[in-house]
C-alpha cells in the first residue's frame, strides 16, 4: 500500500529563517507529487506540481521554492520566511495517467505541515 | 482565480438529517472530484465522477454532476457526528495535472 510522509508536523519559525518542508511517499514509482497552501478555513491554494524528477512547475510566484532530488521526495524552501508565509501546507501525490484514462486523477495527501511565522 | 466554488460556506444539521452542498467550476473537465478534510489535518478523497457522468453513489454519499450547468452537488444520507468535516470539490484543468480545490463548505453535525 502506499503511504505519504510530511515533516515537521508543526514548525514555528522567526520572519527571514530558511524553510525547508520534506514530503516523501512510499510504495509507488513515479508519482505527481503536489505542494498546498491553506489559509486558517479557507481552501487549498496550489502552489507547486511535479510530473517528474526535476521536472518542477510554479503556480504562484513568491518566495517558494521546490525541488523533487528523487523520485518519489518532494521539498519545499525559503530562504527568507515573511508572515504572509504562515499557514498549514499540504502534500498530495496521484499516479499518472494511462493513455486515455482519468480514473487515476484521486489525490492523496500528507497530514500537513503548520507553519507559523513570527 | 479557484475554479471551484462551493456553497453553502457552512452547514449545520442534526444528527440522522441530509446534508448537501453544492460545487460550481469554470471550465470544461474530464472529472470532478470530493474530498473531506478533518480539522487540521489532510483531506480525503471521496467520489470521483466523470464527465460522461450523472449520478455516483458510495455508500451514504451521493454526487450528481451537470455539466451543462458546471455544477456539482454531494448529499450525505442519514447523518453523523463524526461526518463533521469540511468538504471540498476539486476539478483539473483538461490536459493538465493542475487540480483547483474549491472553498469548501464546513459542515457540522449536532448529536
Known amino acids: 500500500s502506499q503511504t505519504i510522509h510530511q515533516w515537521p508536523a508543526t514548525l514555528v519559525q522567526p520572519v527571514g529563517s530558511p524553510l525547508s518542508l520534506e514530503c516523501t511517499v512510499e510504495g509507488t514509482s513515479n508519482p505527481n507529487l503536489y505542494w498546498y497552501r491553506q489559509a486558517a478555513g479557507r481552501g487549498l491554494q496550489l502552489l507547486f506540481y511535479?510530473?517528474?524528477?526535476?521536472?518542477i512547475s510554479s503556480e504562484v510566484p513568491q518566495n517558494l521554492s521546490a525541488s523533487r532530488p528523487q523520485d518519489r521526495q518532494f521539498i519545499l524552501s525559503s530562504k527568507k520566511l515573511l508572515l504572509s508565509d504562515s499557514g498549514f501546507y499540504l502534500c498530495?501525490?496521484?499516479?499518472?495517467?494511462?493513455?486515455?484514462?482519468?480514473?487515476?486523477?484521486?489525490?492523496?495527501f500528507g497530514p500537513g505541515t503548520r507553519l507559523t511565522v513570527l | 482565480s479557484q475554479q471551484g466554488e462551493e456553497d453553502p460556506q457552512a452547514l449545520s444539521i442534526q444528527e440522522g438529517e441530509n446534508a448537501t452542498m453544492n460545487c460550481s467550476y469554470k471550465t470544461s473537465i474530464n472529472n470532478l472530484q470530493w474530498y473531506r478534510q478533518n480539522s487540521g489535518r489532510g483531506l480525503v478523497h471521496l467520489i470521483l465522477i466523470r464527465s460522461n457522468e450523472r449520478e455516483k453513489h458510495s455508500g451514504r454519499l451521493r454526487v450528481t454532476l451537470d455539466t451543462s450547468k458546471k455544477s456539482s452537488s454531494l448529499l450525505i444520507t442519514a447523518s453523523r457526528a463524526a461526518d463533521t468535516a469540511s468538504y471540498f470539490c476539486?476539478?483539473?484543468?483538461?490536459?493538465?495535472?493542475?487540480?483547483?480545490f474549491g472553498t469548501g463548505t464546513r459542515l457540522k453535525v449536532l448529536a
Open positions: 476539486a476539478t483539473i484543468y483538461s490536459g493538465t495535472y493542475k487540480y483547483i
Open positions: 498530495a501525490w496521484s499516479r499518472q495517467r494511462t493513455s486515455g484514462g482519468t480514473s487515476t486523477d484521486t489525490q492523496y
Open positions: 511535479s510530473v517528474g524528477i526535476g521536472q
